[in-house]
């Protein structure tokens, strides 16, 4: 039994342009390779965090809408727990990624258009048991995996430029963040 709650409802729903407000992330680790055939030694191999759909194929990211009453990165931080079941740090703002909803039209946004905050979020823990646990599975992938494995293109778009591009930058001492590969 989960103590955790999920949100529901539209009622604290933030909406601008139009456009309904999501926020979401990349859930990411770090896992040793320890494949000595790849030429990559003992270094850590990044994986990604993905759940299953519940309305189709493929696989998504975290993501749901953004509330009144939450900063975007607490939205954000928020549905992976929600989702996926795991915590842990945002530590970039990856973009912004306009797409549109088949299941999410109403009155406020009749076209089903959102604009997503997407993060990366360095997992502390994975959880026993979180809200949509009877619904969603989790699956770690690395990169060109989960990019195979979209079920949307703004999601690859996200994991591919902004995740992707990050990662390369900050690993290389580039980009700032809070989270230590080592």
Same mark, same amino acid.
């Given at each position: ?10 009622? @604290?729903?933030r909406?601008?342009?139009g !456009? ?9 680790r770090? !896992? ?12 850590k ?15 998504? %990211?975290?993501k749901?809408? $953004? ?9 954000a ?5 929600e989702?996926?079941?795991? !915590? ?9 990624y ?10 406020c ?5 959102? !604009? ?13 048991? $979180?809200?949509e ?6 699956? =770690? ?8 494995r979209?079920?949307?293109? =703004?999601? @690859? ?5 902004? %995740?992707?591009? =990050?990662?390369?930058? $900050?690993?290389k ?10």
């Amino acid at each position: 039994m989960c103590d955790l709650v999920a949100r529901t409802g539209r009622h @604290q729903q933030r909406y601008e342009d139009g !456009r309904r407000l999501v926020a979401g992330c990349i859930p990411f680790r770090y !896992r040793h390779n320890n494949d000595e055939t790849s030429g990559h030694g003992h270094e850590k191999l990044v994986e990604v965090l993905m759940i299953n759909s519940q309305s189709g194929p493929g696989l998504l %990211f975290p993501k749901g809408g $953004w509330e009144n009453d939450e900063t975007v990165e607490e939205a954000a931080a928020r549905e992976a727990v929600e989702e996926a079941g795991v !915590r842990g740090d945002i530590v970039h703002h990856l973009g912004f990624y306009d797409f549109k909803s088949k299941t999410h039209q109403d009155a406020c946004c009749p076209e089903g258009m959102c !604009r997503a905050a997407v993060f990366a979020l360095h997992v502390k823990e994975e959880l026993t048991s $979180w809200p949509e646990q009877s619904t969603r599975q989790r699956t =770690w992938l690395t990169v060109p995996e989960a990019a195979t494995r979209c079920r949307y293109q =703004w999601m @690859q778009e996200a994991l591919l430029t902004g %995740f992707t591009d =990050w990662h390369d930058k $900050w690993s290389k001492g580039g980009g700032g963040t809070n989270c230590d590969p080592a």
